[in-house]
């Protein structure tokens, strides 16, 4: 396994893939934390949720795999020279970790919260069954001959695959309503600094070992950036250029239906109440 040839490029790898570990994964919280506020996943697209905890789930069963387990090591050495780095950090495997515990509690919001008639479609319903069905196929498929770096890289497809299509079902909502209410931006701003940050780590890996293998050797890593600051692209739009003047103004007030005048609920800005907890 090679090491490192220069020692403030291994420092600044390292800066690089925390700030990114840290950008994605404290993106979630925005998202989290406005359903919580609100008591309400209305304007969150259940689709999105679904299609992202498979391609979260898939992402960590690649990291973890070939971050922790040395036969599947010494079989990505045997495919891309032995003088190669591993292309998975730690911090790879702990945002991965964070993603899906994080998604699966947005299930449960979605689960408890006011819904206003919002259902996951067939489409992502069918699309994550089969893509499930497919990886128990490659799984017994690659059993005989115990080819899990093989495996382990179909699963870094998926997210790949899952990635290019989870944000589809947002940008269309969006796109629909005219609006991005009830869809929490600092998520975006955080994924695309994510984004930004581990493209950035990977180049500076290439720089330092003078080689380009870890981006075609991890090729998942990449196209998960490129594709994410993709569409946090579009989605910057919509918010702050498109639908910009379609966005509500909220503002607390005083419910007189409560003894001790402390509870609270959203109006428009125009006074008029909106639905309850929505």
């Known amino acids: 396994m090679a090491s490192w040839n220069s020692f403030p490029l291994e420092v600044t790898y390292e800066v690089l893939g925390w700030s990114a570990f840290l950008c994605w994964s404290i993106s979630f919280y925005p998202q989290v934390i406005l359903n919580f506020r609100r008591k309400s996943v209305v304007g969150l697209n259940f689709d999105f ?30 495919k891309y020279g032995y003088g190669q780095m591993i292309p998975v950090a730690a911090n790879d495997v702990a945002f991965s970790a964070h993603a899906v515990l994080l998604t699966a509690i947005m299930l449960l919001q979605i689960a408890i919260y006011e819904r206003g008639g919002q259902k996951v479609s067939k489409i992502s319903i069918g699309i994550v069954s089969v893509v499930w069905l497919g990886a128990i196929v490659c799984f017994f498929v690659a059993l005989p001959t115990r080819s899990w770096l093989w495996l382990v890289n179909i699963f870094n497809s998926i997210q790949v695959f899952m990635t290019v299509i989870k944000y589809i079902p947002q940008a269309i909502m969006n796109f629909l309503r005219k609006s991005t209410d009830g869809f929490s931006i ?23 070992q003078d080689s380009w293998v870890n981006f075609y050797g991890n090729i998942g890593k990449l196209l998960l950036s490129l594709v994410s600051m993709f569409f946090d692209v579009i989605f910057i739009i919509q918010h702050y250029v498109l639908y910009r003047g379609a966005r509500k103004a909220y503002k607390s007030v005083t419910s007189p239906d409560n003894e001790d005048g402390d509870r609270e609920r959203l109006v428009k800005s125009s006074d008029q109440p909106l639905p309850e907890d929505v």
Request: net charge negative; aromatic share 16%.
């Open 49 to 78: 949720v679904v299609l992202n905890l498979t391609k979260h789930t898939s992402y960590l069963i690649y990291n973890a795999s070939l971050y922790f387990s040395a036969y599947i090591q010494n079989q990505y050495f045997e």
């Open 186 to 208: 600092g998520n975006i701003l955080l994924d695309f600094s994510g984004g930004m940050a581990n493209y950035a780590q990977m180049v500076v890996q290439s720089i330092d």
